[in-house]
């Protein structure tokens, strides 16, 4: 009794339309089929086993005991077909002309040999044993060249894959990725190879450069994608190579998939500050605020960067629309000790904040975490003073007032301040906390300041307690 397994047959079609014509080719457990089509003539072939081709690719050599092989070649209506299985020691041959069956001696020999050559190159009937042969005449370069000469990027992809199976010297692993990736126009079987051979490619650095070079020659994102992830999980590229992959996602259109390269690339161990920060400069082609947010977060995790990266992150980030992504990478940028100069460049930036909680959020970061000069701390001042609330106004005002070693042109900027904020109690709140302040410093001028400043307030009541806390 037959289980089902026995009787399942695995079935693998496809077809590819292109300026020679429609090729198409189907695979199950026990046959496989080929089907090429110009327009002008068509091409089916029908075969099982393993079939083995004459050194001339004139005619059939041997065929495994279960083998088959029926072609058949259509040019304008006039049909023929020869069919061949095995027999004894040897082959059958049946050749037909139309529905006639005609002696294959001479003419079925004849015109075997003639379709033949177009038969190896449009199909992989006879792939290995031809592989073979090439590389013993020529080695690894015979079999590109004869691989530049087939028809379809599947059989190209499949002689490629034979190729890479044979004792090739790691030297010539770069030269076959150039000459294959020149080749075969299809991401799809051009993504397939690269892949299915990457730990070969990796153990050498032309090849390993090849490899991330063919990347940039495919459209599909998702391909390049795939091929450049895989290489990396197998271990630390050089540099030169992360070049070529950071002009690979250069061309890329997808941010989805540029994030997706340039987080890969970040998790390397080797990369120099230049290199990162090269990467954070990427980050301006990429649309989405998220996946921007995304790279520059990871990026800004790395150790060491010189405040040239910070620049260009800074840059990137100017770019950001959205209120939270900005704000959320501006804080993880604050963690940093930036300069004086990256310092002067970022302050402005919380002006094109729209949201006064996340402008209080990145202004706060600066007061607690940054060396700021007098000039810079009056900036700061000038750039929040666009809040419109309240309450916002007067949490960073307190916060900035928490600074240790506050200057008096510092204590003078917040008091200053304070005229954007409306309402008595929140400035009552300020002013009563920078009291503490010009008290300890003792100086009359800000004291000065800070009657001025109180006497903004309208009620009675808060004025009594602000004049209270200075006295």
Known sequence: MKTLAS????SISITVCGQD???SSSRTDRKTTFRHSNGVSSFNVEMRGKIEITDNDKDIKSMSPDGYLEITKTVFGSRRSIVITPEGNGLKREYYEGRSKVAFEPEGRKWLSEIMLELVRTTTIGAESRVNRFYKQGGATSVVNEIRNLESDHVKAH????LMKQNVPVA????IANGISGTIDSDHYMAEFLKNNVEKFMQN?????????ATRRMDSDHYKTEVIKEALHSGPVSLESVRIIMQATGTMDSDHYKTEVLTSLLRQTNLTDGVVGEMINTTKTIGSDHYRSVVLNKALAMRGLSAASYQKAIESIKDIESDHYKAEVLTNLLQKNLSAEAL??????ISSIESDHYITNVANEIVKRQILSDESFQKLMEAVSGNGSDHYMSVFLQTALERPNLSKQNILSVLQATSKIGS???????LTDAAYKIKALNDASLKEAYRTAAKRVESETYYGRIIRAIE
């Open 21 to 23: 014509g429609i090729y």
């Open 159 to 162: 002689y490629a894959s034979l």
């Open 205 to 213: 650095k032309e090849a390993t450069e090849a490899l991330f070079a």
């Open 424 to 430: 008595d109690h929140y400035i009552t709140e300020v």
């Open 7 to 10: 009787i399942i047959l695995l």
């Open 172 to 175: 010539e692993f770069g030269m």
């Open 344 to 349: 002067n460049n970022l302050i402005p930036m």
